[in-house]
């Protein structure tokens, strides 16, 4: 379980020797002391090339190339365990990351599988109904390679939510996805995140996902 | 479902071809040094001939018996004091022991199946301290007058007699369990006198080309039905310090002393044998490491050409172990295969030698000790290999890993 996330004075190496530059100066997060406690949510607003991935990146513990320090419930992130990290990464943390990280010559159902039978937390019943209801049932048996970005876009939030989770970590969640869409996929993540009493941490660089966040972040 | 989406995710850039090569380079080095451990361990039983009471560190010297002189002059084959002398200084030498000669008339009785066989003998003393392991019951008191007098034969003689004497004659053959129960009968007369004992066989040894009897008993004998005295020994036992040494061949030659049973060449028989094993088996070893850097490196490319599924999958949740178990389980059934393929083919090819050595008497080793070389040999490759798998992966395993 992780209650908070702390964020002491992060910098991303690539930015050193810019502190006092654009987009370091001014940044709600950069170098700055952030906490995010359960089940606040909180949005992360962006330009392009502020380095927003390689937050979720940081904070889902894929990359290590910052200064400063990130703790879950005061303990640095870069201290765990591989079995800490697995763990983590099937009971705590969901991530959507930008890329997708779908697996192309796989069919929409089982790139959802391959999660879901890790964490054996959804039934196939709900996979099925969720997928309809994101309007991408018909596409369950083919290879995500043939669907298109918005479709691969559900297919891999359908897949981060076969999990459970204290905070998910969505990044662009809704950038190629219409308004009918975003609210479909929404109410969903809202959904879950409420089961899960999970926070929600949502970057965007303009099409922002349709839920009431309770702060909003600049980067 | 699971293990067949993430193995259809892992298998990508398995080359077949790559691990073939490897499966039948390791086979071959494998087999190699399986079989020349086996050949090795199979053939080295016709030198280690085992003695239960002499081992090989000895060895029995005579004179070479030739010319006339020899005919003429009754001890001209004899060991005189000096001669035991200059022995005795060679450096090889640890200790010398003479062969304590009868000098009465000694023929031997023995029943058999109604069938009473008679003959006339020699016999033949060593000092005890010469025996590795005494013999059970290598005593005699002459105080006891029904006591019984150990024998330890020459396996020679009981070969001689079993597949020549008895096969020509149509006798019963004897083993060697056999004879060592059987009574039997010396008579023993000199010096005006003769008197009958009973006598069992103690033991045969393959390196004593004599009759031996207890010290004591040659000594009380000699001295009551000997009438010569004591003479020179025609035959010396040394305690040498390395059997194979050619000083001993050169001083022997030098002198015109010849060792029974050429036990020196054989020794330098058994060297050569070792060295031309050892140099087969480096060259199977050889094999076996270049096979077991090809799985190395196919392994490794695997996953590197792999590495971004593998990525992915550790992003999922998935751990090292669950994602490295599909590449172990490749090379533990490839290393299985070739265990077993390796075993197999040294047993096929042990037949070619097999047969010959049985047909010269020679049973040859129990293949336990090849198998589980093959064994050993195959699970240190395969631990490295998983090591190395392991390794890989891990570094893969997306982590914070910093600075």
């Given at each position: 379980m992780i209650e908070n996330i702390q964020l002491r004075r992060v910098l991303p190496d690539v930015f050193k020797g810019m502190e006092?530059?654009?987009?370091?100066?001014?940044?709600?997060?950069?170098?700055?002391?952030?906490?995010?406690?359960?089940?606040?949510?909180?949005?992360?607003?962006?330009?392009?090339?502020?380095?927003?991935?390689?937050?979720?990146?940081?904070?889902?513990?894929?990359?290590?190339?910052?200064?400063?320090?990130?703790?879950?419930?005061?303990?640095?992130?870069?201290?765990?365990?591989?079995?800490?990290?697995?763990?983590?990464?099937?009971?705590?943390?969901?991530?959507?990351?930008?890329?997708?990280?779908?697996?192309?010559?796989?069919?929409?159902?089982?790139?959802?599988?391959?999660?879901?039978?890790?964490?054996?937390?959804?039934?196939?019943?709900?996979?099925?109904?969720?997928?309809?209801?994101?309007?991408?049932?018909?596409?369950?048996?083919?290879?995500?390679?043939?669907?298109?970005?918005?479709?691969?876009?559900?297919?891999?939030?359908?897949?981060?939510?076969?999990?459970?989770?204290?905070?998910?970590?969505i990044d662009e969640p809704v950038s190629h996805l219409d308004q009918r869409n975003n609210s479909i996929v929404a109410s969903l993540i809202k959904e879950e995140a409420e089961t899960n009493g999970a926070s929600i941490i949502a970057t965007s660089v303009g099409n922002k996902i349709d839920i009431n966040f309770h702060s909003t972040l600049r980067l | 479902m699971k293990q067949s989406i993430v193995w259809r995710l892992l298998r990508h850039n398995i080359s077949a071809k790559q691990l073939a090569g490897y499966a039948i380079a390791n086979l071959l080095g494998l087999t190699i040094v399986v079989a020349a451990l086996q050949f090795y361990s199979d053939i080295k039983g016709i030198w280690n001939d085992d003695d239960s009471f002499i081992s090989r560190d000895y060895i029995i010297i005579s004179r070479k018996v030739s010319g006339i002189g020899s005919i003429f002059r009754k001890d001209a084959t004899n060991f005189s004091e000096t001669d035991i002398a200059e022995i005795e200084r060679q450096p090889w030498a640890r200790r010398v022991g003479k062969f304590t000669a009868s000098g009465f008339n000694v023929s031997a009785n023995v029943e058999m199946g109604g069938c009473?066989?008679?003959?006339?003998?020699?016999?033949?003393?060593?000092?005890?301290?010469?025996?590795?392991?005494?013999?059970?019951?290598?005593?005699?008191?002459?105080?006891?007058?029904?006591?019984?007098?150990?024998?330890?034969?020459?396996?020679?003689?009981?070969?001689?007699?079993?597949?020549?004497?008895?096969?020509?004659?149509?006798?019963?053959?004897?083993?060697?369990?056999?004879?060592?129960?059987?009574?039997?009968?010396?008579?023993?007369?000199?010096?005006?006198?003769?008197?009958?004992?009973?006598?069992?066989?103690?033991?045969?040894?393959?390196?004593?080309?004599?009759?031996?009897?207890?010290?004591?008993?040659?000594?009380?004998?000699?001295?009551?039905f000997s009438e010569k005295n004591s003479t020179d020994p025609s035959r010396l036992i040394i305690e040498v310090s390395s059997p194979g040494d050619p000083a001993i061949t050169d001083f022997l030659d030098n002198n015109g002393y010849e060792s029974a049973g050429d036990k020196a060449d054989n020794g330098r028989a058994s060297y050569f044998l070792a060295v031309s094993t050892a140099v087969v088996i480096t060259i199977g070893a050889v094999i076996s490491l270049l096979a077991f850097f090809i799985l190395l490196l196919s392994i490794d490319l695997l996953l590197q050409k792999n590495r971004r599924v593998i990525n992915l999958l550790l992003m999922q949740g998935y751990t090292p172990g669950a994602v490295g178990r599909y590449y172990t389980g490749i090379v533990l059934t490839i290393n299985s295969i070739v265990t077993v393929g390796a075993i197999a083919l040294m047993l096929c090819v042990r037949l070619l030698w097999k047969g010959q050595l049985s047909s010269i008497g020679i049973e040859g080793a129990s293949p336990l000790i090849a198998i589980s070389a093959a064994v050993i040999i195959m699970a240190a490759i395969t631990f490295g290999n998983i090591r190395s798998i392991t390794g890989t992966i891990n570094r893969i395993f997306p982590r914070p890993g910093r600075r």
């Amino acid at each position: 379980m992780i209650e908070n996330i702390q964020l002491r004075r992060v910098l991303p190496d690539v930015f050193k020797g810019m502190e006092n530059d654009m987009p370091m100066n001014p940044s709600d997060i950069w170098l700055r002391d952030v906490d995010i406690h359960r089940p606040d949510s909180c949005l992360i607003e962006a330009d392009s090339g502020t380095g927003k991935s390689s937050l979720c990146s940081f904070i889902y513990g894929c990359r290590g190339d910052y200064s400063g320090t990130i703790s879950f419930d005061g303990t640095d992130i870069s201290t765990f365990s591989t079995a800490q990290w697995c763990r983590l990464r099937t009971h705590a943390l969901a991530y959507l990351p930008q890329e997708l990280n779908l697996f192309p010559e796989l069919t929409v159902m089982e790139n959802i599988e391959i999660k879901n039978r890790l964490t054996d937390c959804k039934s196939t019943a709900w996979i099925k109904s969720t997928l309809q209801r994101l309007d991408i049932d018909a596409k369950a048996d083919v290879p995500v390679r043939f669907l298109s970005v918005g479709q691969q876009q559900r297919v891999a939030i359908v897949r981060a939510l076969c999990q459970p989770f204290d905070f998910l970590l969505i990044d662009e969640p809704v950038s190629h996805l219409d308004q009918r869409n975003n609210s479909i996929v929404a109410s969903l993540i809202k959904e879950e995140a409420e089961t899960n009493g999970a926070s929600i941490i949502a970057t965007s660089v303009g099409n922002k996902i349709d839920i009431n966040f309770h702060s909003t972040l600049r980067l | 479902m699971k293990q067949s989406i993430v193995w259809r995710l892992l298998r990508h850039n398995i080359s077949a071809k790559q691990l073939a090569g490897y499966a039948i380079a390791n086979l071959l080095g494998l087999t190699i040094v399986v079989a020349a451990l086996q050949f090795y361990s199979d053939i080295k039983g016709i030198w280690n001939d085992d003695d239960s009471f002499i081992s090989r560190d000895y060895i029995i010297i005579s004179r070479k018996v030739s010319g006339i002189g020899s005919i003429f002059r009754k001890d001209a084959t004899n060991f005189s004091e000096t001669d035991i002398a200059e022995i005795e200084r060679q450096p090889w030498a640890r200790r010398v022991g003479k062969f304590t000669a009868s000098g009465f008339n000694v023929s031997a009785n023995v029943e058999m199946g109604g069938c009473g066989l008679s003959t006339a003998l020699f016999l033949e003393a060593i000092p005890s301290e010469f025996f590795d392991i005494i013999p059970d019951g290598w005593s005699y008191s002459p105080a006891d007058s029904s006591a019984t007098v150990p024998i330890i034969l020459s396996k020679d003689y009981l070969t001689l007699y079993n597949f020549g004497f008895a096969s020509a004659r149509g006798l019963p053959q004897i083993s060697e369990g056999m004879i060592s129960m059987l009574p039997l009968r010396l008579s023993i007369s000199g010096n005006g006198r003769q008197r009958y004992f009973k006598a069992r066989i103690a033991g045969f040894s393959s390196r004593l080309n004599t009759i031996a009897v207890p010290e004591e008993f040659m000594t009380w004998a000699n001295a009551n039905f000997s009438e010569k005295n004591s003479t020179d020994p025609s035959r010396l036992i040394i305690e040498v310090s390395s059997p194979g040494d050619p000083a001993i061949t050169d001083f022997l030659d030098n002198n015109g002393y010849e060792s029974a049973g050429d036990k020196a060449d054989n020794g330098r028989a058994s060297y050569f044998l070792a060295v031309s094993t050892a140099v087969v088996i480096t060259i199977g070893a050889v094999i076996s490491l270049l096979a077991f850097f090809i799985l190395l490196l196919s392994i490794d490319l695997l996953l590197q050409k792999n590495r971004r599924v593998i990525n992915l999958l550790l992003m999922q949740g998935y751990t090292p172990g669950a994602v490295g178990r599909y590449y172990t389980g490749i090379v533990l059934t490839i290393n299985s295969i070739v265990t077993v393929g390796a075993i197999a083919l040294m047993l096929c090819v042990r037949l070619l030698w097999k047969g010959q050595l049985s047909s010269i008497g020679i049973e040859g080793a129990s293949p336990l000790i090849a198998i589980s070389a093959a064994v050993i040999i195959m699970a240190a490759i395969t631990f490295g290999n998983i090591r190395s798998i392991t390794g890989t992966i891990n570094r893969i395993f997306p982590r914070p890993g910093r600075r």
